[in-house]
């Protein structure tokens, strides 16, 4: 080919990836989802490795690693609620979400500072985070007020491919590390500090901050005014005002009287509830199919790679078809690995069909819920909405692996994925019903 006609080719495949979808994408989307991509690199790769960190380095005792593990998954939940009502009453949601990001970053640094207390280990994980849960739900408004209202589900996809792409290249760059340096954690602590860096640095130097219009914060219609009637609900018209003129925990709890948000975050616990965690699924699947331990870690890698390939075409079928529709189906594609996994003696390509709708469900339910809860609330207090609507998906989530670990341990495992089966598809029905009946609110926002 001749170089001309190289130029030609290039020229036309650029063309069509931007026909196709980059053109369609804000900017700032593209931008959150690069420094997503570059701070999971970062978190992944010591999240992979502080087991045994902890463990076989530091020589803690199991029940030390227990509570470091525990305020690992915990904290983040606890301050989501935070994070999101900070950028709200700031209207800053780029200043939340980097102090969140510096947070973490300044952590993976300090590790090599910790010697062998496992009390300033804890310190660091808490820590950690704290900054995960404060940036999360400013992050994800930021997304919603970067992207048009009919492409949020396709925008949250976008950016929830690339924050998986960076999960899965996590643990590669560690193992790979590790293999070069055996026992060399100061490298990998080093080597994700500088991934960390380049994710803030991405954020501070080119997300644009995009806060609420001012219109937003107007005063409700006049039939409000004339008739007098309370914050609920007007009767002359189906506008709703807003919910309380700041952003404070208070009128993060009042966007539940917002008929639409209050059935998403019952619909999503509920749902979250009757749902096992990875950990719990893969088990199922080493215990039924016997598989070797060590192939154990690359049923993490499989799965975020479906959700990775997955995300961007369940956004953008959720924004055509329905937002809805897909996160129900979603956990449809759940409760049939839950089916599968009742099968009595599987065959060996259950585990990949198993691996393949595990990783639908992720992307038809995780951005599909932020787009569907984004386009329900009011802008100024979007990210209290989105961290109230996660944290109590988290709670959901973790009262689940407890109650499947209590069945699991009295009646046995294929009992407790029996009953977790039966409740995911009265869950999903009903949830599907709730949503059906609970019509989307028409703001003058």
């Known amino acids: 080919m001749y170089p001309i006609e190289s130029f030609g080719a290039a020229l036309r495949v650029r063309h069509w990836l931007r026909s196709a979808l980059w053109r369609r994408v804000d900017r700032n989307v593209l931008l959150l989802g690069l420094t997503s991509f570059f701070t999971d690199i970062s978190s992944e790769m010591v999240a992979t490795i502080l087991p045994l960190y902890i463990i076989y380095t530091l020589q803690l005792s199991p029940l030390q690693f227990g509570v470091v593990d525990g305020l690992y998954q915990g904290v983040a939940v606890l301050m989501r609620l935070a994070g999101g009502i900070l950028s709200d009453r700031w209207q800053g949601h780029k200043t939340v979400t980097g102090i969140g990001y510096g947070i973490s970053a300044i952590c993976r640094l300090a590790l090599l500072l910790t010697g062998t207390s496992w009390n300033a280990v804890a310190a660091l994980v808490v820590s950690d985070r704290i900054g995960k849960g404060l940036r999360t739900a400013p992050r994800d408004a930021l997304l919603a007020l970067s992207a048009r209202s009919a492409e949020l589900a396709t925008a949250f996809g976008v950016h929830r491919a690339l924050d998986t792409a960076g999960a899965m290249i996590g643990p590669l760059v560690a193992f790979l590390l590790l293999g070069l340096v055996p026992g060399g954690f ?20 080119f997300v644009e901050n995009r806060g609420a219009d001012p219109a937003a914060r107007a005063t409700p219609c006049k039939a409000h005014h004339h008739a007098g009637h309370g914050p609920l609900r007007c009767p002359n018209c189906r506008q709703m005002p ?95 690995v839950y089916l599968m ?55 959901a989530r973790l009262c689940s692996s407890i109650l499947f670990g209590v069945i699991w341990t009295s009646v046995g495992a294929d009992a407790a994925l029996f009953a977790f089966a039966v409740g995911l598809l009265i869950a999903a029905a009903v949830a599907a019903l709730v949503l059906r009946l609970v019509p989307q609110v028409q703001y003058e926002f």
């Open 186 to 205: 100061d490298v990998i602590f080093v080597v994700s500090f500088c991934f960390a860096l380049i994710g803030l640095a991405v954020l501070i130097l």
């Open 242 to 336: 807003p919910i309380l003129p700041g952003a404070s925990l208070r009128s993060a709890i009042g966007l539940l009287r917002i008929p639409r948000f209050s059935a998403l975050v019952a619909s999503g616990s509920v749902l979250a509830l009757a749902s096992l965690s990875d950990g719990f699924v893969f088990l199922q699947l080493q215990r039924q199919l016997a598989l070797e331990s060590g192939f154990f870690p690359l049923l993490y890698v499989i799965t975020s790679l479906v959700y990775m390939l997955c995300a961007i075409p369940a956004g953008r079928a959720a924004d055509r078809l329905g937002r809805g529709r897909v996160f129900i189906a979603g956990y449809v594609l759940l409760l049939g």
């Open 341 to 395: 996994l009742l099968v009595p003696e599987l065959p060996r390509g259950v585990l990949a069909c198993s691996l393949l709708l595990l990783g639908g469900y992720y992307a038809a339910t995780d951005g599909v819920l932020s787009a569907l809860a984004s386009a329900t609330l009011p802008a100024p207090l979007r990210a209290s909405g989105l961290a109230l609507l996660a944290s109590a998906i988290g709670v």
